[in-house]
């Protein structure tokens, strides 16, 4: 009987420190993915403030309202993460999620 308990007391600990360790990710993940404008600033800004390298400037919604007609968002998304000859892969967000990658571009059109 001591140790069945032991046992069950282990496997509740282990079992708390899991759903704490993907509880905080989350929290984590959905804090990152909210600040839109500081992962623009650490990634996108370099280029699309400038117009560097031919990128469609921050704030040029007619043009990026006519490359989302073109694409498609679903297009767009995937060239950021493919990369193109004048961005790299990921467009220098390593951590950034499709959705994140959406709502960049979204911000950027604004």
Aim: proline share 2%; net charge positive; with cysteine.
């Amino acid at each position: 009987m001591r140790l069945f308990t032991k046992t069950i007391a282990k496997t509740s600990r282990t079992l708390a420190a899991s759903i704490a360790t993907i509880v905080l990710s989350g929290l984590m993940s959905s804090t990152m993915a909210a600040d839109i404008p500081t992962t623009y600033e650490n990634s996108c800004a370099a280029c699309h403030n400038s117009g560097a390298l031919g990128a469609i400037k921050k704030g040029d919604s007619a043009a990026w309202n006519k490359l989302k007609q073109q694409k498609g968002m679903s297009a767009l998304v995937n060239s950021v993460k493919s990369g193109m000859i004048q961005m790299p892969a990921g467009g220098l967000c390593s951590d950034c999620s499709d959705e994140d990658y959406r709502k960049l571009i979204d911000y950027m059109s604004e």
